[in-house]
């Protein structure tokens, strides 16, 4: 069974930065489109960042602030996040698509404090 393992969460005070971890052993990883998602305490799932063969993608709320790598030797995908603001509190979830198959972490806790 695939696991998505996540870290690198945590409490950082607004302004400060963290980076993200996820490691997709198992996998044939370079087929697969990975990204972040968030969610927040009342609201909805939604897209971070996502890294395809053609390029990256980022919500706008993160753009400029956030960069999504990968590295396929590691089969890990990273969410490097600067200049958190206490919006950005969420619980992050890694996703790893290909064709009609998908994964998901477990989430990793991110709070950022003002």
């Known amino acids: 069974q695939v696991q998505l393992v996540e870290s690198g969460g945590g409490l950082v005070q607004q302004g400060g930065s963290l980076r993200l971890s996820c490691a997709v052993p198992?996998?044939?990883?370079?087929?697969?489109?990975m990204s972040w998602y968030r969610q927040a305490p009342g609201k909805e799932r939604e897209l971070v960042a996502a890294?395809?063969?053609?390029?990256?993608n980022y919500a706008d709320s993160v753009k400029g602030r956030f960069t999504i790598s990968r590295d396929n030797a590691k089969n890990t995908v990273y969410l490097q996040m600067n200049r958190l603001k206490p919006e950005d509190t969420a619980v992050y979830y890694c996703?790893?698509?290909?064709?009609?198959?998908?994964?998901w972490g477990q989430g990793t806790q991110v709070t950022v404090s003002s």
């Open positions: 890294i395809l063969s053609t390029g990256t």
């Open positions: 996703k790893a698509v290909y064709l009609r198959t998908m994964y």
């Open positions: 198992g996998l044939t990883f370079s087929s697969y489109t």
